[in-house]
């Protein structure tokens, strides 16, 4: 519905427009007839009354359309605005969510890294164990044999025949002790040990235990 150009006393005040028609009856001639001049004024008082009237509905329709426009605008405008916000929080949100996401694959990564990593290390462990108790069988056999050696030497000088005992100031063997003299050093502890037959026997110094590495044979005036 649009907006129409009123008359214009449709545009005065009722006040207004009964004002000019008493002005326009000062101003008619004299010499107008009596019924004229009482039925102008009535009919364009109502004439002026019928437009306003009809003003009035053309400016409430335009208002009501105009607050309609408005406000259909504010809501469209609203709409809008939501819109927006919300899709700025789902592109956070996604955004965010592909960061825990990558954060959660380099830690699982990194965990599975880890629990390879241990399980070598258990491997290398249980084999060093495997090794360091083959290691340990084996010297222990070697320790025996080696006692068994020893025995089987002392019962050899033992079971011989009786040597002529040692002269005077001379040391008698420490291993054998069948009355030979000790005229073999060990080295690196430089002990008189033993004699000349049981040195081949020994693998550390009868006096202090140490580890022989070398020996040498003396000879005793």
Known sequence: MGFTTAPYGAVLGIE????????HDHLLPS???????????????????SDLHKQTLEMDCFLQLQSKRLRRSIQQEEARRQAY??????????????????????????TRELTETLKMAEMEAR??????????AVATDLNNRLMNMEYDAMSFCGSSSPSPP????KMEC?????????CVVFFP????????????????CPFCCTVKEASLEVFLV
């Open 16 to 23: 207004d427009a009964v004002g000019l028609i008493h002005t």
């Open 85 to 110: 916000i919300m899709q700025e929080c789902e592109s956070k949100l996604t955004a965010l969510m592909l960061q825990k996401e990558e954060q959660s694959a380099a830690a699982r990564s990194r």
């Open 31 to 49: 010499s107008s007839s009596s019924n004229s001049s009482s039925s102008l004024p009535v009919e364009l008082l109502q004439s002026l009354s």
């Open 166 to 169: 040692p002269a005077a100031g």
């Open 127 to 136: 084999a060093w164990q495997k090794i360091a108790a083959e290691k340990e």
């Open 189 to 204: 502890c430089r002990h008189l040990c033993c004699c000349k037959q049981c040195e081949p026997l020994l693998g550390h």
């Open 174 to 182: 420490r291993l054998c002790g069948g009355g030979r003299v000790c």
